[in-house]
């Protein structure tokens, strides 16, 4: 996006090209990198998604061996979970979170530059072990679950590449949330209050707190594994007094808050963009606020609901299941403030609102989903079966996902000055829609019909529903190029913007010029 | 040269984190393929990441450098001040997570796990079927004997005196930040130059009694669930310490060189608080790895 930036009315060096780049201290410029390296990790993630739907079509070993069919799978989920999915959040919040409220750039702008540029040289490390072998399909990467569990990822003969990887994306993740939160508690405009940040600052604040207390704990879990298998130690292994049920408490304790780092975000944009839509207020502003700060609170205390059937006991059991449908409370306030907002709303479906609908309508299926996995009884028929699958595809893709494009679009003209096409934005919404339904809706029926997942065959009676999965896996995959000819068309030119945008856009990014200048408010503005 | 919008100090552009980016990538990279694989021989050896060590420490030099440099030209008001204040809090905070992630495990073990292994619950199978000989006990190197009979290290004796020594370092280190306020040099560079010495003397009375266990207890590391949680959890504590004392020396020498002023002396707090930080962990420790075994 670098053709869009306009003067410069300061005489500070600038280096172009590359070197631009490498040594910004930006946040636009850092916001600008974090999209699109997470932009190259969706497609990346995305191919070896395909790979594995087209391995699926058909029952029997058709294209990959299971090794690499196993290899897919595990890094497909790690790429999108740390390769898409945070860093477009953490893209997002660069260019966002000055403009919103009110700050010249991030509070520490140097570190920002090395949270960012650790991450190329982390997914390197995690990749590199596929072209570690004889040839390609006998490639070395990680092949046990993006969950790593111990003692299988134990086995791995490259681990210890893996291991290093996540801590270098540990190291960036909690860089670059310890900048969000000095950003928003430091540098707000005079009388931006707390309870007067918009709901997108609001919810990364607490994903930033969320995430620096859970990435130490994976690396910790990462730490526990090298120690395992090259040094001795016995954390996960009964023969020495340890357990490898250890290793689950310890990365669900990471991972259940990080499902909520991957969707808390994703409300906050939802929470911008409806009320500009249906041209009124957020409906239950405090309410929404509080509702968050529950989500994450109850996340650290559910992580369990991953483990039902690993032979808790009872009471665990019990436990777990309560704190976790304890979810579905704070979860349906944010629902229901977000259908009271478009009650009576004078609302237009321009692309950026249509994504938020369909986020939230498919989001709730996906928590409604969630309801019942957290069930303990009913768990021990849907676990590790596609249900999960279509579960966490449901809040992951049509949540986390739409989330995302969802405020790229609706921000996307302050960044460029530029209007995208509507025409395309609505034929990528609905293609994406089409397929992302396609693909996971009938994994509900495979489910709790009884097919496991990471499996690379499955008995006959699945094929039919394994078809219009992959056909809609390949609909939702190539539409997404249409979003990448969006982009760069709208990078390149097109109907200029307004500062305001959107007729009924609301909060300090609409005061400045689109596209937005280099150095977002030299003076702060003053909230009344 | 400097740039301040709105009085914020917004530095230019640095090629210290792409530098830091490089040597992360090398030091960690070359230490996975040093490490052994399956078919037995790594696939190189440890000179890269010591390379990857020399660039990440021309890097410290150099960014650390820049900030003081910028500090002593006084570009940084109240504001950027308080960012940094800010960035040390969290920091110190992940790193207490990353503690209670072990502190977690050992709990665990202790507490589920093997009472678990001795027939304890309702998880009465693994007892039953793959260890019917084992009775739950603390320590242990659980069912197997992992790395033969092991005895463990007393609380009363160097632990206790290590105790000792952080808590009188949290004191020195208190004593030094009042010289500071009080504008007073000399008393502000003995407390830093006590607190840093005994900061040393920790880590060399550690490493003798690491020496004691290997050799004379038997207790290593990979003695069972015992040997890991002990030396996991005493091992990434001293390297803190070492890391605190590192910070503290930094702050000694500027202080010798008259940086910091009553009002301005952000690195001196920011070590300080690292340092207590380090002496808390130290209590959990000497309680629950040393104490109550
Ligand atoms: C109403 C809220 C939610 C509830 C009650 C819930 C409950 C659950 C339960 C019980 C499981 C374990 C199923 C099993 O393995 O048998 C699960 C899996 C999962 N959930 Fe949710 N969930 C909720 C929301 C979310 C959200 C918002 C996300 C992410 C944005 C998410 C992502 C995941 C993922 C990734 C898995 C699978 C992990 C794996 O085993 O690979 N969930 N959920
Ligand atoms: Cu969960």
Not at chain 1, 188 to 215: D, E, N, Q, S, Y
Not at chain 1, 223 to 252: E, I, R
Not at chain 1, 490 to 501: F, H, N, Q, S, Y
Request: charge should be negative.
């Amino acid at each position: 996006m670098s053709e869009t930036m306009t003067h410069d009315t300061h005489h500070d060096e600038h280096p172009s090209g590359i070197k631009r780049w490498l040594f910004t201290t930006n946040h636009k410029d850092i916001g600008t990198l974090y999209l699109w390296f997470s932009f190259i990790m969706f497609m990346l993630g995305g191919a070896m998604a395909l790979v594995i739907r087209a391995e699926l079509f058909q029952p029997g070993m058709q294209i990959v061996d299971p090794n690499f069919f196993n290899m897919m799978t595990t890094l497909h989920g790690l790429i999108m979970v740390f390769g898409a999915i945070m860093p477009a959040f953490v893209g997002l919040a660069n260019w966002q979170v000055p403009l919103m409220i009110g700050a010249p750039d991030m509070a520490l702008p140097r570190m920002n530059n090395w949270s960012f540029w650790i991450l190329p040289f982390a997914a390197t490390m995690l990749v590199a072990p596929m072209f570690m072998g004889d040839n390609f399909m006998s490639g070395q990467g990680p092949a046990f679950g993006w969950t790593f569990y111990a003692p299988l990822s134990g086995q791995y003969d490259k681990l210890a590449f893996f291991v290093f990887a996540v801590h270098l994306l540990g190291f960036s993740s909690i860089m670059g949330s310890i900048n969000i939160i000095a950003t928003i508690l430091n540098m707000r405009a005079p009388g931006m209050t707390l309870m007067k940040m918009p709901m997108f600052v609001w919810t990364w604040l607490i994903t930033a707190f969320l995430l620096i207390a859970v990435m130490p704990v994976l690396a910790g879990a990462v730490t526990m594994l090298l120690t395992d298998k090259y040094f001795g130690t016995s954390f996960f292994d009964a023969a020495g007094g340890g357990d490898p049920v250890l290793f689950q408490h310890v990365f669900w304790f990471f991972g259940h808050p990080e499902v909520y780092i991957m969707i808390l975000p994703a409300f906050g944009i939802i929470s911008e963009i409806i009320p500009t839509f249906a041209r009124k207020k957020l409906f239950g502003y405090a309410s929404m606020v509080y509702a968050v700060a529950s989500i994450a609170f109850l996340s650290f205390i559910v992580w369990a609901h991953h483990m039902f059937t690993v032979g808790m006991p009872v009471a665990g059991e019990l436990y777990f299941m309560y704190a976790t449908v304890m979810i579905a409370v704070p979860t349906a306030v944010k629902v229901f403030n977000w259908a009271t907002t478009m009650w009576r709303g004078s609302m237009t479906f321009e692309t950026p609102m249509l994504w938020a609908v369909g986020t939230v309508f498919l989001f709730t299926i996906g928590g409604f989903t969630g309801l019942m996995l957290g069930v303990a009884p009913a768990d021990f028929q849907y676990h590790d079966t596609y249900f999960v699958v279509a579960h966490f595809h449901y809040v992951l893709v049509s949540g986390a996902l739409f989330g995302i494009i969802a405020g790229v679009m609706y921000w996307l003209p302050k960044w460029t000055g530029n209007m995208y096409n509507e025409g395309l934005g609505k034929l990528h919404f609905w293609l994406t829609m089409i397929g992302m339904n396609l693909t996971f809706f009938p994994m509900h029926f495979t489910g709790l019909a009884g097919m496991p997942r990471r499996y690379s065959d499955y008995p006959l009676q699945f094929a039919e529903f394994n078809q219009i999965s992959t056909i809609g896996a390949f609909i939702f995959g190539f539409s997404q190029l249409i979003m990448l000819y969006l982009i760069i068309k709208c990078i390149k030119g097109g109907e200029k913007a307004t500062d305001e945008v959107w007729e009924g856009s609301h909060g300090l990014e609409w005061t400045l010029p689109s596209p937005a200048p280099y150095h977002s408010f030299d003076t702060a503005p003053e909230i009344k | 040269m400097s740039s301040t919008h709105g009085g914020y100090y917004v530095p230019q552009p640095s090629h210290w984190p792409i530098t830091g980016s490089i040597g992360l990538f090398l030091a960690t990279g070359g230490f996975a393929m040093a490490l052994p694989d399956k078919a037995g021989d790594p696939i190189g050896s440890l000179g890269v990441m010591y390379a990857g060590f020399a660039v990440l420490a021309v890097m410290l030099f150099g960014w650390f450098g820049t900030v003081i440099k910028e500090s002593q030209a006084g570009m940084y008001n109240d504001q950027v001040d308080r960012s940094f204040r800010m960035g040390m809090t969290w920091f110190i905070f992940s790193e207490v997570m990353f503690f209670a992630a072990f502190f977690g495990a050992l709990y665990y073990i202790r507490i589920f796990a093997d009472p678990w292994l001795g027939g304890a619950g309702n998880n009465l199978s693994t007892h039953e079927w793959l260890y019917p000989e084992y009775t739950s006990h603390w320590p242990t190197n659980g069912p197997g004997n992992v790395g033969g009979d092991f005895q463990t290290m007393g609380p009363w004796g160097i632990p206790a005196i290590n105790t000792l020594i952080l808590l009188c370092s949290g004191v020195t280190v208190t004593w030094a930040h009042w010289g500071l306020k009080k504008e007073n040099r000399g008393q502000l560079i003995l407390g830093l130059f006590a607190t840093v010495a005994l900061g040393f003397i920790f880590v060399g009375f550690q490493a003798y009694e690491y020496i004691h266990a290997y050799s004379d207890l038997n207790l290593k590391l990979n003695s069972g669930a015992y040997g890991s949680t002990f030396y996991m959890l005493t091992g990434f504590h001293g390297l803190h310490v070492t890391i605190g004392a590192i910070m503290l020396l930094v702050v000694l020498l500027r202080s010798m060189k008259g940086h910091f002023s009553e009002e301005n002396h952000f690195a001196f707090e920011a070590a300080a608080w690292y340092w207590h930080f380090v002496d808390v962990v130290w209590l959990g420790l000497f309680i629950f790895v040393y104490w109550l075994v």
